[in-house]
């Protein structure tokens, strides 16, 4: 068995756009075990996020090779893929991605709703509730995501993240959107989640933000330099 939680062996991705090709990541070989905390740098455009969508299955390559946890990404079929993503991936986005109408505590009960662990309204209840604890936002569960500042946004989507319990976290230009000192908080947790166990992934193109992570891939052009 082997400790790579991720495997991308040669991974190719072009898009089509009419008539054209676009060639945005070209043989990606990248291997990071469980527990490590990875940071993904590069220019705007050099297919960081593509990258971390195809770990994140959101996203197919056009070639090569990716086993997650043991899994054959690409082989997998589409039940096994959801399967993956709602029980073992956690996704933060730079523009958070709430959802308006819902209260915090509902945004974070979300995952929920998608998984197959079975698992009951109280239980999972529970589960929200501890991980919005493990943000620092308790006293604020009910508010809804117009009546939080950015930091709580985002802390609200690490807590949407965590509270499935994930085993990799990935985390595309989390600290984009905010201040340095609320940026800088929001690293404080992903160092913590990292330090609990979590591996984490994160893109960013701020070396500053990139220096929170122990092992730094540089992205140029689609190619790992
Ligand atoms: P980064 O995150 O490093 O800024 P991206 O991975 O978002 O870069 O994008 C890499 C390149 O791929 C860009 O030129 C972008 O325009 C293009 N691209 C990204 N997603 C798509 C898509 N779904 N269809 C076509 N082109 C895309
Ligand atoms: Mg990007």
């Given at each position: 068995m082997s400790l790579n939680l991720i495997e991308l062996n040669e991974i190719d991705k072009e898009y089509r756009i009419g008539e054209n090709k676009l060639?945005?990541?070209?043989?990606v070989t990248l291997h990071i075990k469980s527990g490590e905390f990875v940071c993904v740098t590069g220019p705007s455009g050099s297919g960081k996020s593509t990258l971390l969508h195809i770990i994140g299955c959101l996203d197919r390559p056009t070639a090569g090779d990716y086993l997650l946890d043991g899994v054959n990404v690409l082989n997998a079929g589409d039940e096994s893929l959801s399967r993956l993503r709602s029980n073992s991936l956690g996704f933060v986005f730079q523009t958070f991605?709430?959802?308006?109408?819902?209260t915090l505590l509902e945004n974070v009960e979300l995952p929920f709703l998608y998984?197959?662990?079975?698992?009951d309204k109280k239980h999972a209840r529970q589960k929200a509730l501890s991980a919005i604890k493990r943000v620092g936002l308790s006293d604020r569960i009910t508010h809804r995501p117009f009546q939080l500042s950015g930091g709580e946004m985002q802390r609200t989507a690490i807590a949407r993240a965590i509270a499935i319990n994930p085993k990799l976290i990935l985390a595309d230009?989390?600290?984009?959107?905010?201040d340095s000192k609320t940026g800088k908080n929001i690293l404080d947790i992903l160092k913590k989640l990292h330090a609990d166990g979590t591996t984490i992934m994160m893109v960013t193109h701020d070396m500053q933000v990139a220096s929170a992570a122990q092992k730094t891939i540089q992205i140029q052009d689609g190619s790992i330099c």
């Open positions: 060639h945005v990541l070209r043989r991605n709430l959802i308006s109408f819902l998984s197959d662990s079975n698992i230009e989390p600290t984009g959107n905010l």
